[in-house]
């Protein structure tokens, strides 16, 4: 397997939490992870990403201190726990493998992409 997986979206109440799981594949375990999102109307922007061994990690400021993303090498699982979720969170959720072991928000730095969750937060 080479291609992502994703899995866990839903239609959830704002400030409730979600959980996606993205099964990277055998490919993934020396790359990074990051998770992209879509929202109708709007271009692809980058959520978090995960460096190859869990050390680094980022995230946009918009999900800062809201979501948390981890992985388990061994499992080649990457998880995005989403807490406290509001209406603009909805949207397409892509998890992407890099090319390097890096972290990194830059989506030319992913180079297999999965083919997304929809995760949809009402008001």
């Known amino acids: 397997q080479v291609q992502p997986v994703e899995s866990g979206g839903g239609v959830v109440e704002a400030g409730t939490s979600l959980r996606l799981s993205c099964a990277a594949g055998?490919?993934?375990?020396?790359?990074?992870v990051g998770w992209f999102r879509r929202a109708p109307g709007k271009e692809r922007e980058f959520v978090a990403s995960?460096?190859?061994?869990?050390?680094?990690?980022n995230y946009a400021d918009s999900v800062k201190d809201r979501f948390t993303i981890s992985r388990d090498r061994y499992k080649n699982m990457v998880s995005l726990q989403m807490n406290s979720l509001k209406p603009e969170d909805t949207a397409v959720y892509y998890c992407a493998i890099a090319l390097r072991a890096s972290s990194s928000s830059a989506p030319s730095a992913y180079r297999y992409w999965g083919q997304g969750t929809q995760v949809t937060v009402s008001s």
């Open positions: 995960i460096s190859w061994n869990g050390g680094d990690t």
């Open positions: 055998r490919t993934s375990s020396n790359n990074g």
